[in-house]
């Protein structure tokens, strides 16, 4: 990623490139004037331009215009003052968003906005409304912050592609559309989709003062009167994602492993508590390093938790997908194998623990030769604590056997 800054003062241009190179891994280029900008406009390709909107050759924003028109790339514009039309003009260019320099933090916000500009390109928007012109104008401002952009007419519509793209991140929703309006449309996604999976924006232009307070009582996460200008727009979405980042890092925080980042036992207790009432074929592999003891004690912890750290990786490559890996402390790891019997279950881990003892683990130290030792049991009319037990049981038999094997009730 390549940032250019376009800026005639020397000590701004330096406090950002210094700010930018902290946060984010990316080079950057600084232009102190119109023609500079030019010259390294047309030889290298830029995620984001920086600009000031009163250079010495370009007094009256000409780089913003050829910024966008000329180069087609993402603009946020510097500037020290800024009057009520000249912000009209900008917004109406199609600008990322304006900053003026007023302090250190204002310098701190291109970076942040930045920073959330490379994320948007990965985060999927869902425009539910039965305007047209609504949500054209919606779907341009998302997509000046770089938004991949999806639309539906109505409620109905937004629900189908929820379920053919679980993956959208943020819905924005009208209140008032045919077949499904936005207050019922909020009910049934939150149903399928946690504050941790999806977000959700409430829009409406009826004067009803109290749409906002129920919207966010169904389970939005914001709300907007129409019309709105297009700042408050870009800080509502902004703000409602960085929220979103934040549950989902506290979430991955409480339930993933601050080593290994495999699921906490706590998380796999937490899922698959009621296997039992769910009536499911379900198995669990109750796993162990053979011999972890001697590696922390021959080469020091560190070289410990690297081992430690690349195996949870191969479970995650070989299980994660489908199934639930989690470490129980220690050297000792479970994988729930929701769906396969005893058999099923003990074929694929006895593959995986061959490919373990013929690829060795590449540690500070050099490499290291890594076996595990297994232990694997079928749920039964019983707890997942009782189904945990037999594996433990089967683990213990497959030690005493001489380790490196899978020991199950097949």
């Given at each position: 990623m390549r940032i250019l800054i376009v800026e005639d003062s020397d000590a701004v241009s330096k406090v950002l490139k210094h700010l930018i190179a902290q946060e984010l891994d990316c080079d950057v280029d600084i232009a102190p004037d119109l023609a500079t900008a030019i010259t390294?406009?047309?030889?290298?390709?830029?995620?984001?331009?920086?600009?000031?909107?009163?250079?010495?050759?370009?007094?009256?924003?000409?780089?913003?215009?050829?910024v966008l028109n000329?180069?087609?790339?993402?603009?946020?514009?510097?500037?020290?003052?800024?009057?009520?039309?000249?912000?009209?003009?900008?917004?109406?260019?199609?600008?990322?968003?304006?900053?003026?320099?007023?302090?250190?933090?204002?310098?701190q916000y291109v970076v942040k906005l930045?920073?959330?500009?490379?994320?948007?390109?990965?985060?999927?928007?869902?425009?539910?409304?039965?305007?047209?012109?609504?949500?054209?104008?919606?779907?341009?401002?998302?997509?000046?912050?770089?938004?991949?952009?999806?639309?539906?007419?109505?409620?109905?519509?937004a629900l189908t592609v929820l379920k053919e793209q679980p993956d959208i991140q943020l819905l924005i929703t009208d209140y008032n559309m045919p077949n499904v309006d936005g207050f019922e449309l909020i009910l049934r996604v939150r149903e399928q989709f946690s504050r941790e999976n999806l977000a959700i924006i409430g829009l409406s232009n009826d004067n009803d003062e109290s749409l906002s307070a129920r919207f966010i009582k169904n389970g939005a996460n914001d709300f907007l009167q129409k019309p709105f200008v297009h700042e408050?727009?870009?800080?509502?979405?902004?703000?409602?994602?960085?929220?979103?980042?934040m549950i989902r890092s506290l979430w991955e925080t409480a339930n993933r492993d601050y080593l290994t980042q495999a699921f906490t036992r706590r998380y796999f207790f937490k899922k698959h508590q009621n296997e039992q009432q769910d009536n499911n074929v379900f198995s669990v592999a109750l796993i162990d390093i053979d011999f972890f003891k001697k590696v922390n004690d021959t080469h020091g912890h560190d070289v410990g938790d690297q081992v430690l750290i690349e195996f949870a990786k191969r479970l995650e490559m070989a299980f994660g997908q489908h199934f639930t890996v989690a470490r129980f402390g220690?050297?000792?790891?479970?994988?729930?194998?929701?769906?396969?019997?005893?058999?099923?279950?003990?074929?694929?881990?006895?593959?995986?623990?061959?490919?373990?003892?013929?690829?060795?683990?590449?540690?500070?130290?050099?490499?290291?030769?890594?076996?595990?030792?297994?232990?694997?049991?079928?749920?039964?009319s019983e707890t997942i604590d009782s189904v945990l037990h037999r594996a433990d049981e089967y683990l213990y038999l497959a030690k005493g056997a001489g380790r490196n094997r899978v020991v199950s009730t097949c």
């Open positions: 390294l406009l047309d030889v290298n390709q830029y995620f984001v331009v920086v600009a000031d909107l009163n250079l010495p050759d370009a007094p009256n924003g000409e780089i913003v215009r050829l000329s180069y087609h790339t993402t603009c946020i514009v510097l500037t020290g003052n800024l009057d009520s039309q000249q912000r009209k003009e900008l917004l109406k260019l199609g600008i990322a968003d304006y900053v003026l320099k007023e302090n250190r933090y204002s310098y930045i920073s959330r500009l490379k994320r948007n390109q990965q985060v999927k928007v869902l425009v539910a409304d039965d305007s047209v012109v609504s949500r054209k104008f919606v779907r341009v401002l998302l997509e000046q912050h770089l938004f991949k952009v999806i639309e539906a007419n109505d409620g109905a519509q408050e727009f870009h800080c509502r979405v902004l703000n409602t994602l960085d929220s979103l980042d220690g050297e000792e790891f479970v994988v729930a194998f929701k769906g396969l019997d005893a058999e099923k279950t003990h074929t694929l881990m006895d593959k995986f623990r061959q490919q373990c003892a013929n690829k060795v683990i590449d540690t500070s130290i050099g490499p290291i030769t890594m076996t595990f030792s297994c232990g694997v049991a079928t749920l039964r």
